[in-house]
């Protein structure tokens, strides 16, 4: 037919060509905006710093149907034509001596089987949800294209669903077989959405459900039915008669046209039989859409072409999600419809995605089959970011508590500590962490925390763990940290107290000698005797406090083995003051005083800084000198889109802050901390300029 084959040019043709470039294009451009966007949100900090799980691009395939008997048109030519096993060509309804070719991930012919499309893009996938990640199959394009047929089929050609359930049992009762790590556990949910309104095939009197989105971003439908299955009899068993609740309608191009699209939920449980008893969740979408329709061709009136407008309207919105992902658009208009808030998690999600399109020869079906393809064209650019869904069985907690009490000692010991130091916890461990149980128990108290805050936590540290960090669990090092610094800042402050006493004694010995002998004073020994007059005076800002800190201290500090942190240090230096004479000016000049922060204090600084870029949520980060919410939203984000910086000044290179910025950034935050390390709190000693 002449509509077929002929010029090479065509909007599928164009996009092969440039498809490559276009696609590393527009990933850039989204994970630009996603980092900004999700920024906001900054859930993730889910697992800390760690790197945004790796894209897995939504898959498509088109599977074009045979003729059927019954089909107006069943004797033309077909319109449509495949190449190979993964493109097609189609006549350009625009310029007959053209055709338009598509490429997709796999192209399937009107003499593909059953197996072939299970095969070749459903059955890669299952492995996904054992690994606690998601999965969808979706079946996509315009009524009487065979979408139904590709999802169930019938007795003698079963289609995806009891395929996959059938591997998908197999699967779980192999992987979970006694003496394997993991238990596991398989439900199913059945339900469609007809109207806008989400109906429980397994439970039809529950009306219409609403679906909502936890912490971590998944979705979930809370009120809706999940029956256990261990094996396809059970399957079969709930989700045959759930199947005649779905809504059917005769229209002119199908006699049971599916009239909602009805989303079975396969979720696969699995918990670990050993510490540190993890638990994972895969959750599989399949997906029969209702089809788009044309009403002019399905003769729709009524109760049907009401079907049709909320059936097109949320293909409409489907649509309108894929092109704002795929142009990185800030907003994606999940919510505008019940469908698209659903597959939330499968596009543009966390899930592994197949679209499978489906489309018809008959050349009544031309334009539905021009529209389906463009969709799939644009949906196969739509970049998921599937990760594993893991978390702590929280009730194993408790047993676990057990142990750790057991180490800790009797339960006088615990009463003889105090209810404080049970709160603190140990920074020593009792005895080396042996065991993954043991490593563990070290979160008992942790217990009663946010859920999701200590899944995050376990997260790093096993991540940690992983990556064979020695040491300290890191769930205790902060607990650890603090109470190395809050010893350290009780020593100072002794320290000062004693020199303190000491000065007054040397004033005193003074004042005692200025009676004695007036004469003398000129005589006496600078060194000790200047330095102590003048301490208190405030020379070249008079609005700010002088530091007072004896010359002793510092000259002890220096002295000291143990210190390994010098932060002050006497510098002369001139200064322009006003209104005082030339010796006077020398004089005062004399007594300046400066913060000097020693370098390994600097490196120190600039060590936890990076530690608190690299690990802070955007809340910790604001805790930070400088940092307000915008710049610590950017830091989350420019960390999960580039990974971990690997120096401070990485906050200039990503354009976070200007270097003048980023010096009185270091700055604020190297002397906050000093001051913290030597219980220099501002207020109470004045602070230096
Ligand atoms: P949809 O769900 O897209 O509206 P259906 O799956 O109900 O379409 O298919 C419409 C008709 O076409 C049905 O009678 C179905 O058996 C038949 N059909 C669809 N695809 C195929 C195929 N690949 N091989 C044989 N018959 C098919
Ligand atoms: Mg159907």
Known sequence: MAMIG??????????????????????????MAAATVGAGRCRLSKVGAVRRPPP???????????????????????????????????ANWRNHQETLKYQFDAFYGERSSQQDIYAGSVQP???HLLEGQNASVLAYGPTGAGKTHTMLGSPEQPGVIPRALMDLLQLTREEGAEGRPWALSVTMSYLEIYQEKVLDLLNPASGDLVIREDCRGNILIPGLTQKPITSFADFEQHFLPASRNRTVGPTRLNQRSSRSHAVLLVKVDQRERLAPFRQREGKLYLIDL????????????????????????????????????????????YRDSKLTRLLQDSLGGSAHSILIANIAPERCFYLDTVSALNFAARSKEVINRPFTNESLQLHVLAPVKLSQKELV????????????????GNPEPLEPPASASQKFSSLQKLSSMDPAMLERLLSLDRLLGSRGTQGTPLLSTPKRERMVLMKTVEEKDLEIERLKLKQKELEAKVRAQETVDPKEKENCSPTMLRPLARRTVTVAKPLKKAVVIPLQLIQEQAESPNANIHILKKKSRKRKLEGLDATESKDKAEDCWELQISPELLAHGRQKILDMLNEGSARDLRSLQRIGQKKAQLIVGCRELHGPFSQVEDLERVKVMSGKQLESFLKANILGLAANILGLAAGQYGSPS
């Open 409 to 424: 000692g009797p339960p006088e010991a615990k009463k003889a500590r105090g209810p404080e130091e049970e709160e603190i």
């Open 290 to 333: 209702a089809g788009s329709e044309d009403n002019r061709r399905t003769g729709n009136k009524g109760l049907r072409l009401k079907e049709s407008g909320a059936i097109n309207s949320s293909l409409f919105v489907l649509g309108k999600v894929v092109d704002a992902l795929n142009q990185g658009l800030p907003r994606v208009p």
């Open 125 to 127: 996938i299952l492995r």
């Open 56 to 90: 897995a691009r939504v898959r498509v395939a088109v599977r074009l149907r045979p003729f059927v008997d019954g089909t107006s048109g069943a004797n033309d030519t077909p319109c449509v034509r495949g190449l190979d096993s993964y493109s097609l060509e189609i």
């Open 6 to 31: 002929g010029s090479k040019r065509g909007v599928g043709h164009r996009e092969i060509r440039i498809g490559e470039a276009v696609l590393r294009r527009q990933l850039r451009r989204r994970e």
